[in-house]
Structure formats: structure tokens, C-alpha cells
């Protein structure tokens, strides 16, 4: 599987519960013929990127029930999805790995960022006490 963004196609959704007792949306998504596992976690200090990423999958927040992922697996089957192929080194070995594409930077954003981190260094060389 070649690494970068793709359109996926969702077959199949859930909500489970992980060992440690999290849960999240499981997806399982169609990317350049192969089924790749994707998970959304659905902890408090995820909410804003759980809420972009089932938003990039067609779920529409306060419309659409959660509780539906779980009681239809195909809730979601069929709708077309962006999607990143990466690779991730996990206990000495590489790892393919999908994740839901939720946009980029705006370059206004990257901007203001560029901005904070040049008046972060100015604030450092003002703090030397020599």
C-alpha cells in the first residue's frame, strides 16, 4: 500500500470499547483494494477531532444518532472517505496504518503560529540574565 492520502470507501462501522476501556468508532475502510482498520477514539479530550474526522465520513453531528454505528454496521458502508497511509515502527517492527484525513493548515493559520513562535524566542532572549 503506497503511503499518503487516498479516498477510501467505508465497508463497515462499530463502536467498540479498547482494553483499557475507551471507546471509539471502528471503521473498516477500503484503500487501494485493501481493508484497513481506523479508529476514532471518543474520550472528552478527543471530542474535537472525533467530531471532524465522523464529519469527513459523512455523519452529521445532531442529525445523524451515534447509536446507529453500533445497531447498522453498514451505517456508514459505501460513502467515500479521505484517508492517510502511513507507517509507524511499533515494538522494533513497521506498522502500516490508516487514519481519516480531517484538512489542512490554512496558510492564514500557519501564519499566526509562525507569529507566536517568533514572539516565544524574543520572550527567551529577553528573560537572559546576563
Excluded at 118 to 130: G, V
Amino acid at each position: 500500500m503506497t503511503p499518503g492520502r487516498h479516498v477510501g470507501k467505508i465497508e463497515e462501522n462499530d463502536i467498540k470499547s479498547a482494553g483499557t476501556g475507551t471507546e471509539y468508532v471502528f471503521l473498516r475502510v477500503l484503500v487501494e483494494g485493501a481493508s484497513m482498520p481506523i479508529q476514532i477514539w471518543l474520550t472528552e479530550k478527543a471530542m474535537g477531532m472525533a467530531r471532524a474526522q465522523l464529519a469527513a465520513c459523512g455523519f452529521t453531528i445532531g442529525k445523524d444518532k451515534l447509536l446507529a454505528l453500533s445497531e447498522d454496521r453498514t451505517f456508514l458502508a459505501g460513502r467515500d472517505v479521505p484517508v492517510e497511509i502511513y507507517e509507524e515502527e511499533y515494538k522494533g517492527r513497521l506498522q502500516t496504518k490508516a487514519r481519516i484525513v480531517t484538512g489542512d493548515v490554512s496558510k492564514k493559520r500557519i501564519s499566526q503560529i509562525e507569529k507566536m513562535l517568533t514572539n516565544a524566542a524574543a520572550e527567551e532572549l529577553d528573560d537572559i540574565p546576563f
